[in-house]
């Protein structure tokens, strides 16, 4: 049976939301078991208050953890007894370890992917992949969100590769439409990492339709946009807060009117980015999952499904026969 490893330290609010979406997710499908790194005699607690056994669980303890104030170089030789370091060991060294979900420190487990678990032949990092909701009732993948901000044209041609195998693992899209970001819909276009970019990416043997604005990303004509880090992880979170005060403009004019549940919950489905799910450190041997630090359990929920649907859609072996 595959396992998820599932590190319940280091989030905003501590391990409870997280075991309980966990349980959740495995009281709906009994296909996998869950590797839980973190505090045993809380994580036995919640599981006994749940009502559940642990037959389908494992728990590696620690009270130890990466805290958001830590250097992202302390996983780098250290930190061998924190639950993020036990987690990407575990994933691995398990043959059965399928992928893992994690809150903690973003920096951490950026530089964890590399030095503890490993990366596809030829990348020297890894880049972070999301997955959001688009007017037209489909999925967009930003790519990338936030891992490198500082990138070259080499960079984004190898993120169109990854997030082209991404949406073909995730939503089962034979040949995804992927669009590079930029300030116009014209390959002229853009500063010179996005010319240069465009370039590369137009030569390769995916489905390439060419450069959108921002204006475009909740109503894409894409599957996949490519960025770098910085642009992305501006992007990601200004659209984020605009969707947020969407909703509260619907809360304070249309509050008590037969249409305010309706809008409300409409708008939240698209906007309320921590009840989704996660983003993907795309480009290691196995999915990575990066849940928001102040994830609840519909958070932890989602994520165990992103990286079961991940796994079952062959995304590492999808990305490594792509960039090989």
């Not at 009281?27 to 078991?33: C, H, K, L």
């Not at 009117?257 to 698209?270: F, Q």
Request: net charge negative.
């Amino acid at each position: 049976m595959k396992k998820l490893i599932v590190d319940t330290l280091g989030s905003d609010n501590g391990c409870f939301p997280i075991v309980c979406g966990v349980l959740n997710a495995m009281a709906e499908r009994d296909d996998f078991s869950v590797v839980f790194a973190g505090d045993k005699s809380e994580i036995e607690k919640i599981v006994c208050s749940r009502g559940f056994g642990f037959d389908r669980i494992e728990i590696l303890h620690t009270k130890s953890f990466v805290a958001d104030s830590d250097l992202p170089t302390c996983v780098f030789r250290g930190g061998d007894d924190t639950s993020m370091v036990m987690s990407l060991e575990k994933l691995r060294d398990d043959v059965d370890a399928c992928a893992m979900i994690c809150a903690g420190n973003t920096g951490a487990l950026l530089v964890g992917t590399i030095c503890r678990l490993g990366l596809v032949k030829g990348l020297m990092s890894p880049v972070l992949a999301t997955a959001i909701p688009c007017k037209k009732d489909g999925l967009v993948c930003l790519v990338d969100c936030g891992a490198n901000t500082d990138c070259k044209s080499e960079d984004l041609k190898n993120f169109a590769l990854m997030g082209n195998a991404y949406m073909q693992s995730l939503a089962g899209i034979e040949s995804p439409k992927v669009a590079l970001m930029s300030v116009g819909q014209s390959p002229h276009k853009g500063n010179a990492l996005v010319k240069e970019a465009y370039a590369l990416i137009e030569k390769l043997p995916i489905n390439f339709i060419g450069n959108i604005e921002g204006t475009h990303l909740v109503n894409s004509p894409a599957d996949v946009v490519v960025t770098d880090g910085f642009t992305g992880n501006v992007l990601l979170k200004n659209t984020e807060a605009a969707g947020m005060a969407a909703i509260e403009i619907v809360d304070e004019l249309a509050s008590g009117t037969e249409v305010h549940d309706k809008l409300k919950n409409a708008l939240h489905s698209m906007f309320a980015f921590n009840d989704l799910g996660g983003a993907t450190f795309l480009g290691a041997k196995k999915p990575v999952v990066k849940m928001h630090g102040c994830a609840n359990e519909k958070t932890a929920y989602e994520c165990v499904k992103l990286a079961l649907t991940l796994d079952s859609g062959d995304l590492s072996n999808r990305i490594h026969n792509a960039l090989c």
